[in-house]
């Protein structure tokens, strides 16, 4: 029998990540009580037996370990500090676990104010996607102090494959930021490669199968870039979303006395991505947006 | 036994990627005659039974295919074209195969003038790096005539071990700029993201780790990143060869009426790193580049 067996948590955000990764742990036999902004989207969840409450704080009253995993920082920040937020529920001892992709001054921010409550918060924002949300396999990068993150490791166990406990409360936020501008790099070479590709007039699917066989390998090659050469711009992850990853990424650049010319470069055609149209889109449809702004007609 | 055995080739340019590839035809049983710009590195090839001739056009005579991996474009021009070039010594029938990375219209010109002589060229650069030779399991794009590529691919099979035919003479060429363009925007997010991670005073190592379990992991984090952390900068690929390649794209893009503002960011940059005395040093110099002009101190 799973040690969670019977354990109480709270889960809000229920969407394409949420719902998997809160399902994960009711499979591993927590008792969860869930909130959603749409509650139609909690319905499987609730099919299956988790509880409905109306609020963050209702959530949290009477769990022991509450998960967030939510869109915007203001939505985050909404839900934590609002009159009726989690840390309004938050019980002492009890642990608020973050894993939207959010600021890292945000989070350090959140964990005090738990802590000032004598309640704990952590942050753990995920890589992997919808795929890692279903299968379990998600990487997660965890901020917080050792006592919260012993207690939650089992949690996280059950949604992810890879746990790190990166340091302090910030920690994690800091390293989604080091993955995300990775991935912005990775985005805009992957695009550009598949325009240029177009205008040879040559076979795009040859030239990917043999790129992807070489030393340029990666996602977005592998996983991404088909999806470009069948026009599927449904999104895995969207164009609005890495906006604000990468928005956040610079302004704590620039709180750091750093400048990044190459994340603020794929930011500001996201930007453009986004004003074509795709915000909604996928972060592939980045191949759209250039080809309509940097080929010759 | 090999059907490669006893078959007379011709191999310019024994440096740290053509010595390991002339190598394995001579494993293959090919009986090889060589030429290098600077000879003693041509010695260990030597001592092994190849035969040493003082020009390309030497080579070329009584060899039924010469394989060329050089360094820049102007290299190609001038052991192809020059007096005691290639095509001077090219026998009628006879193949002569560009394993460098040049500009695709000067591989369609070097097949064409191969091809007005009654022989014939094809265009084979490379992916995998110094490894991927040594261990002969390089990606190898080829373009040229059906005819003469099915003949060179039980060669190129003894250094690679993915052979793609990608379209006519040149097509090799652009599919090395589709993977070039790649790496680029792999590199400035790479060091970017490692830049980053250095500012925020976290453990690097940890940092590394925790993204190269997720969606962002790619040859530039798991071989190249770990580099930069032990502060290894001699080459795998070097700089001064990279600025090559991405200028050939950026050239070869504006000829196709392309703008490609993230590879024209990144090829800048690194003229920067060349600028401050990294040209010799490996790609992954760049993070050293930015690190001394985008750190404030």
Redesign the interface.
């Known amino acids: 029998m799973s040690t969670l067996q019977g354990t109480r948590i709270g889960f809000i955000g229920t969407g394409i990540m949420g719902a998997p990764m809160c399902g994960h742990l009711m499979d591993a036999g927590c008792v969860a009580t869930i909130h959603n902004r749409t509650r139609s989207k909690a319905e499987p969840l609730l099919a299956r037996g988790a509880a409905w409450a109306d609020t963050p704080r209702a959530v949290a009253q009477g769990a022991d370990v509450v998960f967030t995993i939510l869109g915007f920082p203001k939505d985050v920040r909404e839900v934590y500090f609002g009159a009726d937020g989690v840390l309004a529920g938050l019980g002492k001892d009890c642990i608020a676990v973050d894993m939207t992709t959010t600021s890292p001054s945000l989070s350090v921010e959140i964990a005090a104010a738990a802590r000032k409550q004598g309640s704990w918060a952590v942050d753990g924002p ?4 919808d795929i ?1 949300a279903q299968k379990g396999t ?2 997660i ?1 965890v901020g917080g102090d050792d006592e919260p993150v012993g207690r939650v490791r089992p949690f996280l166990e059950t949604m992810g ?2 746990i ?1 406990h ?2 302090v409360a910030g ?1 994690g936020q ?2 989604k ?3 995300q ?10 695009c ?6 177009a ?2 007039g ?2 795009r699917a ?2 990917l ?3 992807t ?9 592998e996983a991404v870039a088909p999806r470009i050469l069948k026009e599927d711009f449904t999104p895995g992850f969207m164009v609005d979303h890495f906006i604000k990853d990468m928005g956040i ?1 610079l302004d ?2 620039r709180r ?8 603020a ?2 930011e500001r ?1 996201y930007r453009v991505a986004s004003k074509l149209g795709h915000g909604r889109d996928g972060t592939h449809s980045l191949f759209l947006a250039l080809q309509e702004i ?3 007609r």
């Open positions: 995920v890589s992997g996607g890692g998600l990487s990068m494959a890879h790190e990166l340091g920690a800091h390293t930021m080091c993955n501008i990775v991935i912005a790099g990775s985005m805009i070479g992957m550009e490669s598949m325009l240029y590709a205008r040879t040559l076979d040859a030239i199968a043999a790129i066989a070489g030393t340029a390998r990666c996602r977005s090659l990424a704590e650049s750091m006395g750093l400048d990044l010319p190459g994340l470069l794929v055609l940097l080929v010759e």
